[in-house]
């Protein structure tokens, strides 16, 4: 997931589309506290001023991803005592309203065209909401 939020944040910065905001929820947030959050961004190249890493209690976490996303979230305990978080490996496409556009795949370029072209055009429709400005949109 974090390489194609990678390969997304490099494809709008390359094309200068800064109203576009990237988010990523931790599905464990007993251990990606927020400061665990700030190091593994920083490693990971991630641009601060358009992608955040977001975290929370447990319960809160889980209404959001699998009340609000409607995507996968399961914690199991497998071999040795060794924890597996589930998580979707789908991208979620919001709009300023919160409404989810669409899903789409992480995991092959098709996928990450797909969002990066619908992203584009949700802004459009944004836009010509607003008037056309533009303010920042989750």
Known sequence: MSRAMLSLQERYAQHGIDD???????VDPENDTPAVLKTYAG?????????RFVTGPLE???????GGFASAMDKTTGPAGMID????TKLVLID????????????????LDEV???SQHVLR????RSGGG?????
């Open 96 to 111: 300023e309203g919160g409404h989810v556009r669409g899903y789409y795949s992480s995991d092959d370029e098709m996928g």
């Open 85 to 88: 978080i589930a998580h979707t």
């Open 134 to 138: 533009c303010n920042r949109s989750p």
């Open 43 to 51: 490693h990971l190249g991630a641009d601060e001023t358009r992608w």
């Open 116 to 118: 990066f072209h619908r």
């Open 60 to 66: 809160a976490m889980e209404k959001l991803v699998v």
């Open 20 to 26: 576009i905001e990237l988010v990523s929820f931790s």
């Open 125 to 128: 429709e944004m836009r010509q």
